[in-house]
């Protein structure tokens, strides 16, 4: 059975998203689907406690909450073999099974996705030239 099939049966999803801005997907009835990323554009009114954003982030990844599992299915029929969907970085669990999608989250929460703001304080020409000393 297709992963597609077995969406559609389940019923309302979760979708996971560790796109900084989140994603949008046009379905073929013309509606605009966007998942919250990291970052999403519904962060940007939200508070930070404890050091963290407050919200729907569970180990980096954005949560979108209760999407049509039909829904999930089309569009991982269309974009199911992208990069960010085959290496992970946007994946949908059950809805009615919410400690499943945090597991899967917290495992793959250490994993870049070439988005990550870089770190002021190191110089990658200094760094990249130090590495090559030490080679040689």
């Known amino acids: 059975m297709s992963e597609t099939t077995e969406v559609k ?12 801005h989140g994603i949008k997907y046009v379905l073929r009835n013309g509606t605009v689907v966007e998942f919250t990323g ?4 519904d962060r940007l009114s ?28 089309e569009i991982v029929e269309g974009h199911g073999k992208s990069v960010a969907h085959k ?9 009615a099974d919410a400690r499943s999608g945090a597991s899967q989250a917290k495992e793959k929460e250490r994993e870049r996705t070439g988005f990550e703001p870089i770190d002021p304080t190191k110089d990658p020409m200094r760094d990249a030239d130090q590495g090559s000393r030490a080679a040689a």
């Open 9 to 20: 049966k389940s019923g309302p999803v979760n979708v996971f998203c560790k796109l900084p």
């Open 38 to 41: 990291t970052y999403g554009q």
């Open 46 to 73: 939200r508070d930070f406690k404890n050091g963290e954003l407050a919200g729907d982030i569970v180990a980096g990844f954005g949560v979108t909450r209760n999407i049509d599992g039909a829904v999930w299915a």
């Open 87 to 95: 290496n992970g970085l946007i994946f949908a669990t059950p809805a």
